[in-house]
């Protein structure tokens, strides 16, 4: 079973941790581990003088509740980095010397959140302790920071979670209005799935609803999982091509509906192989997706 990142706040940190020791190497990380005396207020630590705090928000739609809640955990934790707990670091650290203190979360959509980095970062450069370089700087980072490192966790280890919205009943109705020339090969094959209109209607809505499902699946992979979106898209385009050459083959009894579902069969593995923490939910926004992009493209008279 693959862990969702998001799911709790020690997912999260186990996962930054991945990240971290991926990025820098394991011989160039240190673990600092709170069950016995605490963390002192830190994750990690590598010996380039990057020390790592990680924070799962409770939320992230409210950005203002979020800058709050980032704000309030940097002051919380740097409290503790430069004043709590100065003897206990200066004997972890001996001569290292801190340049990076470093908020790893998932989010970071708040300028202001990046100027009170500075604000505090001034400051305790003033403090002249020990551990603490002349450039130090406190930075917010999210896997994005480390995209190489991000994509081969979520490839194999990590659930990938997207988090997409379904489209709703309205949505469909509206982009079928939009869009009449767009849909003539789909509301050709309708009549040989059914011969009632009102159930070729509640077809039609299911299958737009699928392939706009499936689209903004796409689009959100592109944007932030590319090397994953080109994974994908390799799979469904082999798929695709093997389609059209079996019904180019096939003999004239075929049944359509039984190639496109071995097809479809075929695809659900390849990814299921090449990216194996795909969520369920995910895989069968793909598989109903392509049904209905090959419906309402694919010019061949099923």
């Known amino acids: 079973m693959h862990i969702d990142p998001?799911?709790?706040p020690k997912a999260w940190e186990s996962y930054f941790k991945s990240i971290i020791w991926l990025h820098y190497k394991p011989a160039n990380c240190c673990d600092l581990p709170d069950s016995h005396g605490g963390d002192f207020g830190l994750e990690c630590y590598t010996l380039s003088g990057h020390v790592f705090q990680c924070y799962l928000p409770e939320q992230s739609s409210d950005i203002d509740k979020l800058y709050k809640a980032q704000q309030k955990k940097i002051y919380n934790d740097i409290q503790k980095?430069?004043?709590d707990n100065v003897k206990e670091l200066?004997?972890?650290f001996g001569t290292l010397k801190i340049s990076r203190w470093i908020l790893a979360t998932p989010y970071?959509?708040?300028a202001k959140l990046s100027q009170y980095c500075t604000k505090k970062s001034?400051?305790?450069?003033q403090l002249g302790l020990p551990y603490v370089a002349d450039d130090f700087q406190i930075i917010v980072q999210t896997e994005s920071s480390y995209s190489q490192e991000a994509?081969?966790?979520?490839?194999d280890s990590y659930q990938l979670s997207l988090n997409l919205d379904?489209?709703?009943v309205e949505g469909?109705?509206?982009f079928i209005s939009d869009n009449s020339s767009f849909l003539e090969k789909l509301n050709l094959k309708l009549p040989k799935i059914h011969d009632s209109m009102s159930r070729q209607e509640q077809i039609r809505n299911f299958l737009i609803q699928k392939f706009l499902d499936y689209q903004n699946l796409l689009d959100t992979l592109k944007k932030n999982w590319v090397d994953i979106y080109e994974i994908v898209y390799k799979c469904i385009q082999q798929r695709e091509n093997n389609l059209v050459g079996m019904f180019m083959l096939a003999p004239s009894n075929a049944q359509p509906s039984k190639i496109m579902t071995d097809q479809i069969e075929a695809l659900k593995k390849c990814i299921e192989e090449e990216v194996p923490t795909f969520k369920q939910s995910d895989l069968e926004k793909i598989t109903w997706g392509v049904i209905s992009d090959w419906l309402i493209r694919c010019p061949l008279d099923f």
Do not use: G, P, Y
């Open 122 to 125: 001034l400051k305790v450069r």
């Open 172 to 174: 469909a109705l509206e």
């Open 90 to 92: 200066e004997e972890l």
């Open 166 to 168: 379904d489209t709703t």
């Open 81 to 83: 980095f430069s004043k």
């Open 108 to 110: 970071n959509k708040s």
């Open 151 to 155: 994509f081969l966790l979520r490839r």
């Open 6 to 8: 998001h799911s709790d």
